[in-house]
């Protein structure tokens, strides 16, 4: 082996594929609720652990979201914290799959938006329900036979061509202008390839291989797939579904700009006259089978941080035909109404908790707390030692999960740095020294508290009086 080959061979370990960027997020291990056919939760499945009457519950809500009939229902799901409240919102979001909108906020971001909270309430709540908008339209569908392109020899100019479809009853030459071109360029279409093409808009789909040029190479990637190569005429009319929500609908009918205002971000608030009109419509779509409501899902953590404004608000909208099913979290117990004097079960009003379907979670034993734990260590891609498990599992159970669950990380980092391939017990205890958990935090403050700011600006203040 020569020099040159040595040095190739040594580089190879070092090439990443930086294509694809995976970010870990709180929740991302969330695959669903974990049940079965009959609704009965598994102990571990799909990313949550335990809390079975509530995954129970929750799936009860999730068969009722999926009838699609039922709306303007609230659920509250009530809990210390770290016991799983939005776990087992996203889980209900997974489970739902694409074609049900789910939006997520929290209550404070109704005080920081640039609108009133009643819009801003508004908005998440027309988010949350979807329209499914059937039509048809005339395509060309088939096998992609040859495709010639004829370039000016002079390098500028037009570019002409001719596409060649065909169907087991039918083939046909097509001339394509240079828009078609590009399209074609754009979607790498080859022969062989089963395509559509939209004749309203000129969109060109790759459907897949057709069988016939399945022996064509020897190796292909896995996500090709093969067709059968279309019958009957190339041009037909086809069914299309568009499933768009209530806020798109309301922001491209109440800017000047129309669809783009999606893409601006900047929505503002939008006239209660616009709204009446398009809620008009889309009854009068649906009462012609053009189009099917869909009521998704609201999810509003932190709950508490609502005031007496935004639950009457949210009293009223639950009575409207065009109202998703709302789902709400809060960590509190008998606490105070924000902006009132009174007091009142998870700060949420008592004509408010009438219309709840209430979910409680418990805490979690030593057992699940321990099973969690590896799933993030899995998730996390960080490989720990039986012993450093057990003695995470102790401090999760000691101070709080989302501790432990923010040392897994951090102690991988530092098993890493000495050159090791499994997380120890000294690496646990390592960042266990380093990063003060609330209980010691607290601690902390109060030997030290005299020698903070604060407390040296209250004494500077009381020697110069």
Request: glycine share 8%.
């Amino acid at each position: 082996m020569t020099t040159t080959q040595m040095a190739a061979a040594t580089k190879v370990p070092e090439v990443r594929d930086i294509t694809r960027v995976e970010r870990i997020g709180a929740h991302s291990h969330i695959r669903g609720l974990g049940l079965d056919d009959a609704l009965q939760p598994r102990q571990v499945a799909q990313g949550l652990v335990g809390q079975l009457a509530s995954r129970r519950a929750a799936g009860v809500i999730l068969e009722m979201i999926k009838d699609g009939h039922i709306a303007g229902r609230a659920v509250l799901i009530a809990g210390q914290p770290g016991t799983g409240k939005t776990a087992i919102a996203m889980g209900i979001a997974q489970s739902l799959g694409q074609d049900t909108p789910f939006t997520a906020l929290a209550g404070s971001e109704i005080f920081s938006l640039e609108m009133s909270k009643t819009e801003a309430l508004s908005q998440a709540f027309r988010k949350a329900i979807g329209i499914r908008i059937k039509e048809e339209t005339e395509i060309i569908e088939g096998e992609v036979v040859e495709i010639q392109i004829d370039r000016p020899a002079t390098g500028t100019g037009t570019k002409v061509g001719k596409l060649t479809l065909k169907t087991t009853d039918m083939e046909t030459i097509y001339d394509l202008g240079n828009k078609m071109i590009e399209s074609l360029v754009k979607e790498k279409v080859q022969a062989g390839d089963v395509i559509t093409i939209d004749k309203a808009t000129g969109k060109i789909s790759k459907l897949g291989r057709s069988f016939t040029r399945a022996r064509d190479y020897d190796a292909m990637g896995a996500q090709t797939q093969f067709v059968q190569c279309p019958e009957g005429e190339l041009q037909k009319r086809k069914e299309v579904v568009h499933t768009v929500s209530l806020q798109e609908i309301d922001v491209i009918n109440s800017r000047t700009q129309g669809f783009l205002a999606l893409f601006s971000g900047d929505t503002g608030e939008i006239k209660s006259e616009v709204r009446e009109q398009i809620n008009a419509k889309v009854y009068e779509w649906r009462e012609e089978g053009k189009a099917e409501i869909i009521p998704g899902v609201l999810f509003i953590d932190e709950v508490h941080m609502l005031d007496m404004e935004c639950f009457s608000f949210l009293n009223r909208a639950l009575e409207s035909d065009l109202s998703p099913v709302l789902i709400m979290a809060t960590n509190r117990g008998i606490t105070r109404i924000r902006g009132t004097n009174y007091q009142s079960p998870h700060g949420i009003p008592i004509d408010l908790l009438d219309r709840l379907l209430i979910i409680a979670t418990s805490p979690y034993t030593e057992k699940e707390t321990r099973q969690i734990l590896k799933i993030r260590c899995e998730e996390e891609d960080v490989e720990m030692s039986e012993e450093a498990h057990t003695v995470l599992t102790r401090i999760g159970m000691e101070t709080s999960l989302r501790y432990a669950i923010q040392l897994i990380s951090t102690a991988g980092l530092v098993c890493r740095k000495r050159k090791g391939t499994e997380v120890q017990v000294e690496d646990i205890r390592r960042v266990y020294s380093l990063f003060l958990d609330e209980t010691r935090s607290s601690q902390y403050m109060k030997e030290y508290q005299d020698s903070f700011l604060f407390n040296e600006t209250q004494s500077l203040q009381m020697d110069t009086s």
